[in-house]
């Protein structure tokens, strides 16, 4: 029989101000296989663990099961508790008392002792069935890919890459720097954006351990946890880098012109093009789509005048195959596209209506006006500017649900930019809340007040245009009336959302994506950069909105999750994955998509019984690399084959009866 003792927390008032915790311990003694039983007010601390440790050694014990909080918060600390006694660390069980009973029954004791009492039943009765488990090792590949590089990328890839590990960088568009090379000043020290990131964005393209890929995409990744296959596409750009001086001549006599992206439409570029002056690479592409030799079969003129000879009308597409051990994903954002949803703001019908990123590109010396402020309809200086906040946000109706966190901060950034370049302007700024949460954020909004911005309470219901007006109808909470302001150009905040393709990057890593469409982190605030599929990490906004700090916070974070995992020689794996058992398993497949791990997989194995001719027979196998023991296998499989170590079948059947008894 095994000789199991019971560990009750009273986890300060949490459990204790609920339950009568010693009396839990003292029925605890009754239950089968108990030895020991006792109660300590917290068991997590160093004197608890070593309660633990002394009780296993003075009581011959074999089984522990300890009565307290989340396994998720503290499971590790008591199976390190186990191991340090000279247990195996898997003969433990824990049960939770706390979120799953005193939490939820605060108000009702005796049904929460009652109930407390049944769950450390159900713990002891799988603790009676629990078998020591060993973890498995894997070779580590040193090697770490980053995708999307925009400024969570960049610091990613230099964190990682300065601990002295190699790191493959792929960023989708022709430049890294992603939306933050596109912002004039960030706040609230009015730094230089570009002044800022592309110091970064050469380091990374000169960094010894950093192999950049530009104008690439990610598509597909296979394998685990330190042993990853990644397929790169690198699209064509029909011009030779390897030759290509970046001279720009040929930019220069493209006769081609095409809206410019980068600027969001405000001007135009040329078929062949860099995306803006400090790109990096400093080498243009080809625009196929609209280039005048690909459409017509004409023109030429970019490759008779490159004196490198670097333009290549045949270049190919090409697959780039890396081994990687850790892969973050920084995928950024993108803002909201509410054209249709918020219709009665006139975006996209009247020209001056923009969003915050049109402002940003026009209050930029890099931009299309040279950094003057002026309006697209007709290039004059606007005197009345109104801001509208929270377009999209905060709006499950029409838009998203939750706050984007940086809009009240550009948005005060941009009204003391026009306050500052607009002699005599007048700002307006229509808000529900403002949320200042940051290192001099609350100065700075103050800040803009004392410039002169007014600050209207209220939604904005309509903008219509009145001659070479806009007309901004909304109301003050506040004073509780309609309001109405005549303005050369608003200005709307758009919400963050997450950016395009997502889905399939998410898909491809294993990661979840939340209802909201960010990628789903493995714990808010214990594991904000991890996932649940081992190996893979996140950086900045592909997980939630941020503002730039914290973006190279959480990026040099991850950054420190992956240096950690790459030192290692080898990996322990978890022993609490699915295992087969091949001499009933049918083949049938059912196991295989419902894998979200893509762990699970058939193959054909040769039979031998005795007096009989060898047969190959199909079977599931499971990749113990990639399996994360979420028991969705377990669950699709008929015949019983697929079970998960330490939550076996007989296991999960004991613990109901423990329950229901």
Not at 75 to 92: I, Q
Not at 306 to 319: F, K, N
Request: hydrophobic fraction near 35%; glycine fraction near 8%; charged fraction near 20%.
């Amino acid at each position: 029989m095994p000789r199991i003792g019971v560990f009750v927390c009273w986890c300060g008032s949490n459990i204790g101000g609920v339950i009568d915790c010693p009396k839990l311990a003292t029925d605890a003694v009754n239950l089968p296989g108990v030895v020991y039983s006792t109660e300590y007010k917290y068991m997590c601390s160093e004197p608890g663990q070593n309660s633990i440790i002394q009780a296993i050694r003075d009581h011959r014990l074999d089984r522990v099961v300890v009565a307290s909080c989340s396994p998720r918060l503290h499971e590790e600390t008591f199976r390190k508790t186990l191991a340090r006694a000279g247990l195996n660390p898997y003969l433990l069980e824990m049960a939770n008392i706390r979120e799953h009973c005193t939490w939820v029954h605060n108000k009702e004791p005796e049904k929460a002792q009652a109930k407390s009492l049944a769950l450390v039943s159900r713990a002891v009765a799988k603790a009676n069935l629990l078998e020591p488990l060993f973890p498995s090792s894997i070779p580590m590949t040193k090697r770490c890919l980053v995708i999307g590089g925009g400024i969570a990328g960049i610091q990613t890839a230099l964190d990682v890459a300065d601990a002295g590990h190699e790191v493959i960088l792929v960023e989708r568009e022709p430049t890294i720097g992603g939306n933050m090379v596109k912002l004039d000043k960030t706040f609230p020290t009015l730094d230089c954006s570009a002044c800022i990131s592309t110091p970064k964005m050469v380091a990374v393209s000169t960094h010894p351990n950093i192999t950049l890929y530009t104008y690439s995409e990610v598509a597909g990744v296979d394998g685990y946890i330190g042993n990853f296959e990644v397929t790169i596409r690198c699209k064509v750009s029909y011009v030779d880098h390897t030759k290509c001086t970046g001279c720009g001549d040929c930019q220069a006599k493209c006769p081609t012109k095409v809206s410019n992206e980068f600027n969001l439409g405000l001007d135009t570029r040329k078929a062949i093009y860099i995306p803006f002056p400090q790109a990096v690479p400093n080498k243009p592409v080809i625009d196929a789509a609209n280039c005048r030799y690909f459409t017509t079969g004409k023109c030429k003129i970019c490759q008779k005048i490159c004196a490198a000879g670097a333009i290549d009308y045949e270049q190919q597409e090409t697959i780039i195959t890396e081994k990687v051990g850790a892969i973050v994903v920084a995928t950024g954002y993108q803002l909201f596209d509410w054209a249709a949803a918020y219709g009665e703001y006139g975006y996209g019908r009247f020209p001056d209506v923009v969003t915050g990123m049109h402002f940003e590109r026009l209050v930029n010396a890099a931009g299309p006006t040279g950094g003057k402020i002026l309006r697209p309809s007709d290039q004059t200086e606007p005197k009345t500017v109104v801001f509208v906040k929270c377009v999209g946000s905060r709006d499950p109706a029409k838009g998203k649900e939750y706050c984007s966190r940086a809009c009240c901060m550009y948005t005060a950034k941009h009204a003391h930019q026009v306050l500052e370049k607009v002699p005599g302007a007048k700002v307006y700024i229509f808000y529900i809340d403002v949320r200042t949460p940051g290192k001099a954020y609350e100065e700075f909004y103050q800040r803009t007040i004392s410039d002169g911005a007014v600050y209207v309470r209220g939604r904005v219901s309509k903008i219509y245009q009145l001659g070479d007006k806009l007309v901004v109808r909304g109301s003050d909470t506040l004073l509780g009336r309609p309001v109405e302001v005549e303005a050369d150009m608003v200005v709307l905040a758009s919400a963050m959302v997450s950016s395009g393709g997502i889905e399939d990057v998410a898909r491809m890593v294993s990661v979840q994506v939340d209802k909201d469409g960010w990628l789903q982190e493995a714990h808010p605030k214990l594991r904000p950069v991890e996932t649940h599929t081992g190996g893979v990490f996140l950086a900045g906004t592909c997980q939630g909105p941020k503002d730039i700090p914290d973006t190279v916070a959480q990026a040099s974070a991850a950054a420190s999750k992956v240096s950690g995992l790459l030192f290692r020689e080898e990996l322990a794996t978890d022993p609490m994955i699915s295992t087969v058992n091949q001499a009933i398993c049918t083949g049938c497949g059912l196991c295989v998509p419902v894998c979200p791990y893509q762990a699970v997989e058939l193959k054909t194995i040769t039979e031998r019984i005795p007096g009989h001719a060898p047969r190959e027979r199909t079977v599931a196998s499971v990749n113990s690399g990639l399996c994360q023991g979420c028991g969705a296998c377990n669950v699709a499989c008929r015949p019983g084959a697929i079970q998960v170590k330490g939550f076996s079948n007989d296991e999960l059947v004991a613990e109901v009866d423990a329950i229901c008894l």
